[in-house]
């Protein structure tokens, strides 16, 4: 069995993130705590809403993570883990995140064609790195299955 590496979301984004769904929690519960009179139903509604939407982005933000193995890269982004062999992967590059801000992400290019952005974003130099990384590790397990060992 080979080493296993785990990639999870860095501090710069991982900080801020946790702030911005401890605020809308804190909002939820402020005006969960008001009294019915005040708010009203369609209050009590917004104020579940944003309590749950904070629950929800804290538990995306927390669970995000790339685990890289012998057999597999998995990732687990958006509360869904999926997997890629490495047979699958054909190569990997630095491409946009999807989601908010202006993130660099791993890009797998997978052999059928498609590509997959895997949840490892940060700058670029940081992506590039990884990129670096994961190269490594795939290239040391190639290694391990051939008999070859590496110093």
């Known amino acids: ?46 104020a579940f809403l944003a309590a749950g939407a904070g629950v929800v982005a804290a538990a995306i933000v927390l669970t995000t993570q790339v685990t890289l193995s012998p057999a597999e890269i998995s990732y687990r982004s958006n509360l869904r883990r999926r997997t890629i062999p490495w047979a699958s992967a054909a190569s990997f590059r630095v491409g946009r995140a999807r989601s908010w801000g202006n993130w660099s992400c791993v890009v797998v290019d997978v052999r059928d064609g498609g590509e997959v952005r895997i949840p490892v974003a940060g700058s670029r130099k940081y992506v590039e790195r990884v990129i670096g990384e994961i190269e490594a590790y795939r290239a040391g397990i190639g290694a391990g299955a051939s008999g070859v060992t590496s110093r």
């Open 1 to 46: 069995m080979g080493v296993i590496r785990r990639y999870r979301v860095p501090a710069g984004q991982l900080v801020p993130a946790l702030i911005g769904a401890a605020l809308f929690l804190l909002v939820g519960l402020g005006g969960l705590g008001q009294p019915w009179s005040q708010i009203g139903a369609g209050g009590v509604v917004v």
